[in-house]
């Protein structure tokens, strides 16, 4: 195993700049958890917390081409459990199906606004497995590293700060292999209200 043509380690806190537009490829990291339900193909794609009742899925998101190609980043998306609304379903489950439209809208070229019986088909899938692979463009930003058990904080990570859907102004450009400047991304304070592809995303749903 020659392993001359490797590059050089990446160093703790190398983060990806907070703005950068890329385009990412979803893997889902099977946790062995199933809920009731769900496709037989999904049967153990799950991963259940373990301080909480959350089932979610473990994402594993991969850089595709640029300057940061084969940069990973991480993210659990709740599926079920955790925090209730009014009307009983479960919060983060509302946040995951905004995120998950936006992605397939980014990935098949679908308007947010286009309603037609074949965007509407697009929007919809039999299981979360068939979701493995699907490549979109977003916008990153960088999450602060939270508190630890035993002191200090756990080190700041990449994440997906925004969704680029068709009809925003970089997403023309992205999909004809230019490149964008990178945007400032959403600010500390409103990340911790939620990730900015949230709220546009469900208004859309």
């Given at each position: 195993?020659?392993?001359?043509?490797?590059?050089?380690?990446?160093?703790?806190?190398?983060?990806?700049?907070a703005?950068?537009?890329?385009?990412?490829?979803?893997?889902i990291?099977?946790?062995?958890a199933?809920?009731?339900?769900l496709?037989?193909?999904?049967?153990?794609?799950?991963?259940?917390?373990?301080?909480?009742?959350?089932?979610?899925?473990d994402?594993?998101?991969?850089?595709?081409?640029?300057?940061?190609?084969?940069?990973k980043?991480?993210?659990?998306?709740?599926?079920?459990?955790?925090?209730?609304?009014?009307?009983?379903?479960?919060?983060?489950?509302?946040?995951?199906?905004?995120?998950?439209?936006?992605?397939?809208?980014?990935?098949?070229?679908?308007?947010?606004?286009?309603?037609?019986?074949?965007?509407?088909?697009?929007?919809?899938?039999?299981?979360?497995?068939?979701?493995?692979?699907?490549?979109?463009?977003?916008?990153?930003?960088?999450?602060p590293?939270?508190?630890?058990?035993?002191?200090?904080?756990?080190?700041?990570?990449?994440?997906?700060?925004?969704?680029?859907?068709?009809?925003?102004?970089?997403?023309?450009?992205?999909?004809?292999?230019?490149?964008?400047?990178?945007?400032?991304?959403?600010?500390?304070?409103?990340?911790?209200?939620?990730?900015?592809?949230?709220?546009?995303?469900?208004?859309?749903?």
């Amino acid at each position: 195993m020659d392993l001359n043509d490797a590059g050089s380690q990446l160093e703790r806190g190398n983060l990806i700049p907070a703005g950068t537009f890329v385009k990412l490829a979803l893997h889902i990291r099977p946790g062995g958890a199933s809920a009731p339900g769900l496709d037989a193909m999904d049967q153990g794609l799950l991963t259940q917390s373990k301080s909480s009742d959350v089932l979610m899925l473990d994402c594993e998101f991969t850089v595709m081409g640029g300057p940061h190609n084969g940069r990973k980043l991480w993210s659990n998306l709740t599926v079920a459990g955790g925090k209730l609304d009014d009307k009983g379903a479960s919060k983060g489950w509302n946040v995951t199906k905004s995120l998950l439209r936006a992605i397939i809208e980014s990935a098949t070229a679908t308007l947010p606004t286009d309603m037609s019986d074949a965007a509407k088909a697009k929007r919809v899938f039999q299981g979360f497995k068939q979701l493995d692979g699907i490549q979109f463009w977003a916008r990153l930003g960088i999450e602060p590293g939270g508190a630890r058990d035993g002191g200090g904080n756990y080190p700041d990570k990449s994440r997906v700060d925004h969704v680029v859907l068709p009809g925003e102004p970089e997403y023309a450009a992205l999909a004809a292999g230019q490149e964008v400047k990178p945007a400032a991304a959403t600010p500390a304070a409103a990340a911790a209200k939620g990730p900015a592809w949230a709220a546009p995303a469900a208004a859309a749903a």
